[in-house]
């Protein structure tokens, strides 16, 4: 397939994805803050493999079936019966090298398993952590791409597009997009420059202030900083790993 006949499409929220054709897409799974940057820097320490799961009994389930780490939040916060939470600075290598995480997150496990759902037959996880790999992956795949944005229970998100407008932007010359919503979260991109932390400020974006209540300024700008956990995680089976 020559790169004038693959086309590009983004998603803005889960309550969209069906209108959606995934049969020959590689589908990019889209949570910035903070599912999909936790999963990149978890693998790019070491982790085994991250099984990304939809509710938090069956995180409990998978986690003592296979000997994991049962983690995962719900409205930012750890969630109940759960040890640990969705931060990227909770799995360093010294502590999740060699090890399986059991995660599940509000938005996206949801949005990956819609996709799976859906028959996509390629799944990746993208962020701001993993840009590089995932534009190199997309650009090398031979595919159709939709960037799918976990969005905030369906509600579109400003970090979800940002992300979307960031690949559009390094691999648009390669793709035909007939896409008002890739054009949209390019120019969001473009609008905010280098300094995207300082962007969600001003713009006052809902998921910011959320985080910013917890303290989390530290994840924030994490994983809004391009390529520090520059992997490709994969969906093989029912588990990412490193592709």
């Not at 099984?51 to 995180?59: D, G, L, T």
């Not at 010294?94 to 799976?116: C, P, Q």
Request: glycine share 8%; with cysteine; aromatic share 8%.
């Amino acid at each position: 397939m020559s790169d004038t006949q693959r086309s590009l499409y983004t998603c803005l929220s889960p309550a969209l994805i069906d209108i959606y054709d995934l049969s020959n897409s590689v589908v990019v799974i889209i949570d910035v803050l903070r599912a999909t940057s936790t999963i990149a820097t978890a693998l790019y320490n070491g982790a085994s493999c991250v099984i990304p799961v939809a509710s938090v009994p069956r995180c409990i389930e998978i986690g003592e079936e296979v000997g994991g780490i049962t983690a995962g939040e719900r409205d930012g916060k750890v969630a109940d019966g759960l040890t640990y939470g969705n931060s990227p600075f909770e799995y360093p290598r010294a502590f999740i090298e060699d090890k399986i995480l059991v995660l599940t997150t509000t938005n996206g496990t949801k949005l990956l398993h819609m996709a799976l759902d859906r028959g996509a037959p390629e799944i990746i996880t993208g962020s701001f952590p993993n840009l590089s790999a995932v534009c190199e992956y997309l650009l090398a795949s031979g595919k159709d791409v939709l960037l799918g944005c976990s969005a905030w229970k369906d509600r579109v998100n400003l970090e979800d597009t940002l992300f979307a407008g960031a690949v559009i932007n390094r691999i648009k010359d390669h793709f035909t997009i007939h896409c008002d919503a890739s054009k949209m979260a390019e120019s969001i991109y473009l609008e905010a420059g280098e300094d995207r932390f300082g962007f969600m400020e001003r713009r006052g974006a809902t998921h910011y202030h959320r985080l910013m209540k917890y303290g989390l300024e530290k994840d924030i700008r994490y994983c809004l900083s391009a390529d520090g956990a520059n992997v490709l995680p994969i969906f093989k089976g029912d588990r990412l790993v490193i592709a």
